[in-house]
């Protein structure tokens, strides 16, 4: 009886996955898609203008960090001044999109490392060596590791994860999705502080400026919750993946192969070389480190990944005989390029409509209504946090930037929830919480794109709807576990951080 009900669960889980598939699917190709969105985002920007919608809230100021009273218009794309934007910022949106150039750079170092063929025989090592039953864990493990590097691992892992499956004889796109549900979905989860911890800890302290100017937010803040966190989401990243994701998918019907040969000598040998060759780039880059110092992690780590994987790709290359001089080199880059096409064709729709989005002003407008929203609700305690965390996810969908979105946010609900006790670094936690399972559903989010060229590769009809269907599994059981696990934190009265509490002393 109960395997029954649970086929029926499943049955309906399935049926409407598949409804989101079949309607997204049925949309336009994604860059298509991405210019009717850029469309209308300009329509409904023309009827914002034209009625005055508007916002007034205390803000914080991106350039000085500083709180003021800020007034947000909706900035119309069919006035004069507008359809000027539209004209003028065509060709920098493009350029400008930051994944665009990330991507593309990042592709050299691995183009040479993947046709040298380095990444398929360290594949076929660990295919040989990981237990199966670990491949999952381990992927999704390592993307949340990965955001400590920033965004290099939306680069980097997706991909091989799927490489990885494929070794093993599973479905490839269920690697991609589990990799991509780690680094993204699991983004503010670390067992390491990353780039992000500082970044928001300076808009949460002057937020808290507001009632205690004296107050300050450490990088740390939310260290201890978010290691305890990195285990939490590699569990239910794992249990989605094997309980719903891998059985819809199916059994791997396509083209793509990876062949389980045992490690030649040959090979071995190549890979020693490799292996010293990376010594060699570590040794190279620790003077580099200290010479950037706290700006290696924000400008160093793109260049950083090219020489991890050029350097002991040409290595490798060069020992086991794939690469014999400059022109085999040439060649590898250029057939990596070739297949970056079809991503930078979607990455100039892509960088439009988003570009639109931020211009208009509509994301903000929305981000504020939503906390005005929640403000008046007069709910408290953990249902207020879960409600907090739930609006920050919706809005997550509309505005992507991590940063953006709390410069507008911690002004209003970090002085609100410090006057019913909660210390301004539990908010920022919150907050962490709903930022990130939702960036693995949003077409907003500046790597979607670029997930559905990678998956494309093995399923060519995937589309938009593909993508979404397959991950909305892991966001709302990231959501809801996630917001679980937090409301058991906040009755356990742990710390959150060193020497860092849910409640304010005094409460």
């Known amino acids: 009886m109960h395997t029954e009900v649970q086929?029926?669960?499943?049955?309906?889980?399935?049926?409407?996955?598949?409804?989101?598939?079949?309607?997204?699917n049925a949309l336009p190709n994604p860059g298509t898609l991405f210019a009717i969105l850029a469309l209308i985002v300009v329509l409904i920007s023309g009827i914002g203008g034209v009625l005055g919608w508007s916002v007034s809230f205390v803000g914080i100021n991106g350039r000085t960090l500083k709180t003021e009273e800020m007034t947000i218009y909706t900035n119309s794309l069919m006035t004069k001044e507008g359809v000027n934007y539209i004209f003028n910022s065509m060709v920098k949106n493009f350029t400008d999109f930051a994944p665009l150039g990330t991507v593309l750079v990042a592709m050299i170092g691995i183009g040479i490392a993947e046709r040298s063929g380095l990444i398929a025989t360290i594949l076929r090592k660990v295919a040989l060596s990981t237990p199966k039953k670990l491949v999952t864990m381990m992927v999704i493990f390592l993307g949340i590791m990965s955001n400590v590097a920033a965004d290099a691992g939306y680069v980097v892992l997706p991909p091989l994860a799927a490489l990885i499956f494929l070794s093993f004889g599973r479905h490839p796109i269920a690697g991609l999705a589990a990799a991509f549900a780690g680094v993204s979905g699991g983004f503010s989860a670390n067992l390491l502080i990353g780039a992000l911890d500082p970044l928001l800890g300076g808009i949460t302290t002057e937020a808290a400026k507001i009632l205690d100017p004296n107050y300050v937010v450490s990088p740390s803040a939310n260290w201890y919750f978010m290691i305890a966190s990195t285990f939490v989401i590699t569990f239910l990243g794992?249990?989605?993946?094997?309980?719903?994701?891998?059985?819809?998918?199916?059994?791997?019907?396509?083209?793509?192969?990876?062949?389980?040969?045992?490690?030649?000598?040959?090979?071995?040998?190549?890979?020693?070389v490799a292996g010293v060759a990376t010594i060699a780039v570590v040794l190279l880059l620790i003077p580099v480190y200290f010479?950037?110092?706290?700006?290696?992690?924000?400008?160093?780590?793109?260049?950083?990944?090219?020489?991890?994987?050029?350097?002991?790709?040409?290595a490798y290359g060069k020992s086991i005989g794939t690469i014999k001089n400059d022109s085999d080199v040439m060649g590898m880059l250029t057939k990596s390029m070739e297949g970056m096409a079809g991503y930078i064709v979607l990455v100039f729709f892509a960088a439009q409509f988003i570009a639109y989005f931020g211009y208009t002003n509509l994301g903000t407008i929305l981000a504020v209504k939503g906390a005005d929203f929640l403000e008046t609700t007069g709910i408290g305690g953990i249902p207020l946090i879960i409600g907090f965390i739930i609006v920050v996810g919706f809005l997550n969908l509309f505005m992507g930037s991590a940063l953006a979105k709390w410069a507008i946010l911690a002004p209003v609900f970090v002085p609100m929830l410090m006057r019913v006790g909660?210390?301004?670094?539990?908010?920022?936690?919150?907050?962490?919480?709903?930022?990130?399972?939702?960036?693995?559903?949003?077409?907003?989010?500046?790597?979607?794109?670029?997930i559905i060229v990678f998956m494309q590769k093995y399923d060519k009809k995937s589309s938009i709807g593909t993508l979404i269907s397959i991950m909305l599994p892991y966001s709302v059981v990231f959501l809801i576990g996630w917001s679980i696990f937090l409301a058991v934190w906040m009755m356990s009265g742990l710390p959150i951080g060193p020497e860092v509490d849910i409640l304010l002393s005094g409460f």
């Open 238 to 272: 794992t249990l989605v993946n094997s309980k719903i994701v891998e059985p819809r998918l199916g059994k791997y019907l396509g083209d793509e192969k990876i062949e389980l040969e045992q490690i030649t000598k040959e090979e071995r040998k190549a890979l020693r």
């Open 291 to 314: 010479a950037l110092g706290k700006n290696f992690l924000m400008s160093g780590l793109v260049p950083t990944l090219v020489l991890f994987f050029a350097v002991p790709g040409l």
């Open 422 to 450: 909660y210390s301004p670094e539990f908010t920022q936690l919150a907050y962490r919480i709903g930022d990130s399972t939702t960036n693995i559903i949003s077409p907003l989010m500046s790597y979607f794109a670029m």
């Open 7 to 24: 086929k029926k669960k499943k049955g309906l889980v399935d049926k409407f996955l598949n409804i989101i598939e079949k309607g997204g």
